[in-house]
Nanobody, 124 residues
Framework: QVQLVESGGGLVQAGGSLRLSCVSSGRTFSSYAMAWFRQAPGKEREFVAAINWNGYSTSYADSVEGRFTISRDNAKNTLYLQMNSLKPEDTAVYYC?????????????????WGPGTQVTVSS
């Protein structure tokens, strides 16, 4: 049974930083692409960043390009999202997700497994 558990969310002032982590269990973590999505109240879930199986290929939403960095440590079965220069519009629940394929995708329906999410709140 695949499990994804996020951590690292919290309350931060605009301009601050947070680092999210997602620990995976139940499958061979290093074989599959991973991604972060987010969902703000009243809005649809949106793509944030994705990384392929070996970490050599990444993709970012335009809204976070240059501020967020996705990475993975396959030895630790862990996915990360370093978030810098945070803005109030980054406030959302952030979800870790895993594909059943090694290449990146940016659509939620392309991801088979999801964590419960972690709240990120950015105050102005």
């Amino acid at each position: 049974q695949v499990q994804l558990v996020e951590s690292g969310g919290g309350l931060v002032q605009a301009g601050g930083s947070l680092r999210l982590s997602c620990v995976s269990s139940g499958r061979t973590f290093s074989s599959y692409a991973m991604a972060w999505f987010r969902q703000a109240p009243g809005k649809e879930r949106e793509f944030v960043a994705a990384i392929n199986w070996n970490g050599y290929s990444t993709s970012y939403a335009d809204s976070v390009e240059g501020r967020f960095t996705i990475s993975r440590d396959n030895a630790k079965n862990t996915l990360y999202l370093q978030m810098n220069s945070l803005k109030p519009e980054d406030t959302a629940v952030y979800y870790c997700s895993s594909r059943s394929y090694f290449r990146i995708a940016t659509i939620p329906s392309d991801y088979a497994y999801w964590g419960p999410g972690t709240q990120v709140t950015v105050s102005s």
